[in-house]
Each structure stands twice: as structure tokens, then as C-alpha cells.
């Protein structure tokens, strides 16, 4: 089995999870105005599902090096973002209401899906 054929279904899931993603920290950064991380990582998520697409579609860089070197970003990106989310959430305490603390959990959770 060639690398293309074993990374095809974490190209799929990393797409796939953009979709909840969005879902839950689109609303989550809309109602709470304090934070905006859950919703920072919008931003790496869909660079990360936007190359899944290249990666699928056969339109990856010719470089493998230059492939490694953006999933090595996002992830680390992806990282930071949610390290810092969680702890934000954690320092939180009762100041955020209960259906925002699990719509910025559930956000960066899926954000786990990726890494």
C-alpha cells in the first residue's frame, strides 16, 4: 500500500471534520465576546481541509517536503489554539453560561480530530 492510499481516509476525516467544527465554534465566537479562540481555529481547520481537497483531487505539491511542512504548521497551529482554548475554558469558571461552554468544548474537540 502506497502513502496516497494510506493517508486517503485521514484526508477524508480532516475534511469531515471541518463540518462541526464550523457548526459549533462559528456560534460559540458569535455569542461570547471575550474569546475568540475555539473560533481561531477556523482558520487552520480549513487550511487543513482545503489541502485534504488538493491531496484527494491528485493537485498536491510536488514537493513531498513542502507537504510535510504545511501539515506541520496546521498541526502545530492547531495545537496552540487548542491548548489555549481549553485552558481558557478551564479559568472560565461560572462566568460562561452552560449551552456556551459546551458549543466552545464540543468546537475544540473536534479540532482533537485533526492533530
Same mark, same amino acid.
Request: aromatic share 6%; hydrophobic share 50%.
Given at each position: 500500500?502506497?502513502?496516497?492510499?494510506?493517508?486517503? &481516509?485521514? @484526508?477524508? /476525516?480532516?475534511?469531515? *471534520?471541518?463540518? &462541526?467544527?464550523?457548526? /459549533?465554534? +462559528?456560534?460559540?465566537?458569535?455569542?461570547?465576546?471575550?474569546?475568540?479562540? &475555539?473560533? +481561531?481555529?477556523?482558520? &487552520?481547520? %480549513? $487550511?487543513?481541509? #482545503?489541502?485534504?481537497?488538493?491531496?484527494?483531487?491528485?493537485?498536491?505539491?510536488?514537493? @513531498?517536503?513542502?507537504?510535510?511542512?504545511?501539515?506541520? $504548521?496546521?498541526?502545530? $497551529?492547531? /495545537?496552540?489554539?487548542?491548548?489555549?482554548? #481549553?485552558?481558557?475554558?478551564?479559568?472560565?469558571?461560572?462566568?460562561?453560561?452552560?449551552?456556551? %461552554?459546551? +458549543?466552545?468544548?464540543?468546537? *475544540? *474537540? %473536534?479540532?482533537?480530530?485533526?492533530?
Amino acid at each position: 500500500m502506497d502513502n496516497d492510499a494510506q493517508s486517503t &481516509p485521514l @484526508r477524508m /476525516l480532516t475534511i469531515l *471534520a471541518w463540518i &462541526p467544527m464550523f457548526s /459549533l465554534s +462559528l456560534p460559540y465566537g458569535a455569542n461570547n465576546g471575550n474569546t475568540l479562540l &475555539p473560533v +481561531l481555529g477556523i482558520l &487552520p481547520m %480549513t $487550511f487543513s481541509a #482545503c489541502t485534504g481537497m488538493l491531496h484527494l483531487n491528485s493537485r498536491k505539491p510536488t514537493s @513531498r517536503s513542502l507537504s510535510i511542512v504545511m501539515d506541520l $504548521f496546521i498541526g502545530c $497551529f492547531l /495545537l496552540a489554539v487548542f491548548i489555549a482554548s #481549553c485552558t481558557t475554558l478551564a479559568h472560565t469558571g461560572h462566568s460562561v453560561s452552560a449551552d456556551q %461552554t459546551v +458549543l466552545g468544548t464540543l468546537g *475544540a *474537540a %473536534t479540532m482533537m480530530v485533526n492533530m
